[in-house]
């Protein structure tokens, strides 16, 4: 057995594509980065996964809600109070831009799941309304929110 490298092997490779393994075998890295160009679709589908990921953090908060009612009074005022500061209202902004986050999305698939909107224009379309939709219908919700004196600072 010789010591040059065989073709396609990690070592000959100074391309960085190839991998060896642990069971021994040369298998070539995953291509997304290298062949696919980023696209709007990819970006709905990440931020769909964040959105999951915001909604569980927002669990915590109902929670929290739900320990506040249980304990009484000083823990409801305590909780209402936080509520209505800018951290609180920060923090029920992002997780209205969740909800509206998760409407769009939802809309997306269910159009998807009935085998429409599948076409490059349709998707891109979709996926441009799922990324972008949340933030100005979330500052609609809030504006109405201020505007009615539901919400005051």
């Given amino acids: 057995m ?76 305590a909780l209402l109070t936080f509520a209505g500061s800018p951290p609180g209202l920060l923090i029920a902004f992002g997780l209205t831009v969740v909800l509206f986050s998760f409407i769009l999305n939802g809309g997306r698939h269910l159009i998807n799941d009935t085998g429409n909107g599948l076409t490059l224009k349709s998707a891109t379309l979709l996926s441009n309304i799922a990324v972008w939709g949340p933030i100005p219908l979330a500052i609609l919700f809030w504006v109405a929110l201020f505007a009615t004196g539901r919400v005051s600072l």
């Fill in 2 to 77: 010789s010591n040059t490298p065989q073709p396609g092997s990690p070592t000959a490779d100074r391309t960085g594509r190839f991998v060896k393994q642990p069971n021994g075998r040369v298998r070539p890295l995953s291509p997304h980065l290298q062949t696919w160009r980023w696209h709007v679709t990819m970006t709905a589908s990440i931020l769909f996964r964040v959105t999951i990921g915001a909604a569980s953090f927002g669990a915590l908060f109902v929670l929290g809600w739900l320990a506040a009612v249980a304990s009484g009074p000083e823990a409801w005022a």
